[in-house]
């Protein structure tokens, strides 16, 4: 008998494979509650100043974003954002090597351009109407795609902001080339599928945004936002008709019977102490041009500052709610008014 034979050896080194789903969603779930806290504490100290930026203060919130993502998911931060230091993933090639900031920033940017551009709201007067038709074109085909990648390339759980850089997020219990298959091929028809159906969609909306302006038929919440946007100092205003509201101007549901109400809500600039005479101007245009004002229990007019940074947003809102009767009285004296024959001036 051969006592000197090799003892057998029942253990293997360690496979570099990528990270499982669920420990990538808890991981961004731990960015984003670090990255809403930057950014209230932010938004809160410049409210004011992020609030003149309008729909600009999104680039302050990307830019801050970038900066963590992109460094900390780098070769400067060994791949890894706090998350996915807590759960134990990291962000690395094929050969399981980190990669440079300028790779990381192309990575993050496509994963987060459409989730931004959701959170985008434009003054509806001086936009376009090509581009609200646009974004959320771009942001759903991009965002859908990779969220349908990340959910159901199971081989290697890229999205498409990884596809692109060639990068994938791995374990980090191993080292050295990474334990993968090819994405299946069937995804790309999906992805193809979903996108050709999300432009026909597009293309018959914008026929028939077309065909609208074209006709020259306006809707009602249109023009109410149209006419409120001339006013001095508003930013984007926002009509809502019959929602469910409690005297204090907060939403509830099922507490106190449904009353009829039309809500404006108007991100404006002006002065704080000037607000309530403000709200008066935009009950005014609501009454005189909105025959659905008087068919309401009450009118909820909505004036404040706010900022969106995408990764956090706040506001200092004030809500003025009075029935059509009291809005009478205190915009016209309680007086009869004649429909008028030129829209107001500022």
């Known amino acids: 008998m051969n006592t000197n034979a090799p ?8 496979v570099h494979v990528v990270g499982s789903l669920w420990r990538r969603i808890l991981a961004f779930v731990v960015d984003g509650l670090i ?10 100290i410049f409210l004011r100043g992020l609030s003149l930026l309008g729909p600009w203060a999104l680039l302050v919130g990307f830019c801050l974003a970038l900066a963590y993502f992109g460094t900390l998911e ?12 807590l759960l134990r ?5 094929s050969q399981g090597s980190l990669i440079k900031w300028k790779t990381s920033a ?6 987060a351009i459409p989730i931004f551009l959701i959170g985008l709201r434009l003054p509806a007067q001086s936009t376009p109407w090509i581009v609200p038709f646009l974004l959320p074109f771009i942001a759903f085909g991009i965002g859908g795609s990779t969220l349908y990648l990340m959910l159901f390339n199971r081989r290697t759980r890229q999205g498409l902001h ?3 850089v060639e990068t994938f997020v791995a374990d980090t219990h191993a080292s050295g080339s990474l334990t993968t298959k090819r994405v ?3 995804h790309w028809w999906v992805i193809g599928a979903f996108l050709s159906l999300l432009t026909l969609t597009a293309l018959s909306k914008g026929i028939s945004i077309n065909w609208h302006l074209k006709s020259g038929h306006v809707y009602q919440n249109e023009e109410d936002v149209r006419l409120i946007e001339k006013l001095g100092g508003v930013q984007t205003a926002e009509v809502l008709v019959s929602g469910t509201i409690h005297q204090d101007g907060y939403a509830i549901r099922a507490i106190l019977p449904k009353k009829k109400c039309v809500t404006v809500i108007v991100q404006w600039n002006g002065e704080i102490g000037a607000r309530q005479s403000f709200a008066g101007q935009v009950a005014k245009i609501i009454l005189q041009y909105d025959p659905r004002a008087e ?29 059509p009767t009291e809005w009478h009285q205190r915009v016209f004296g309680g007086l009869p008014y004649a429909t008028p024959s030129a829209e107001p001036t500022r």
């Open 7 to 14: 003892l057998i050896s029942f253990t293997s080194p360690l």
């Open 35 to 44: 990255l809403y806290a930057v950014g209230r504490v932010i938004g809160t």
């Open 74 to 85: 780098s070769e400067i931060g060994r791949g890894q954002s706090l998350g996915k230091r």
């Open 89 to 93: 993933l990291r962000v690395a090639n």
């Open 106 to 111: 192309a990575r993050y940017t496509i994963f």
């Open 162 to 164: 990884d596809i692109a």
């Open 184 to 186: 299946w091929g069937m």
């Open 295 to 323: 068919e309401q229990d009450l009118v909820r007019i909505e004036v404040g500052r706010s900022f969106n940074l995408g990764i956090a947003s706040g506001n200092d809102n004030e809500s003025f709610i009075y029935t």
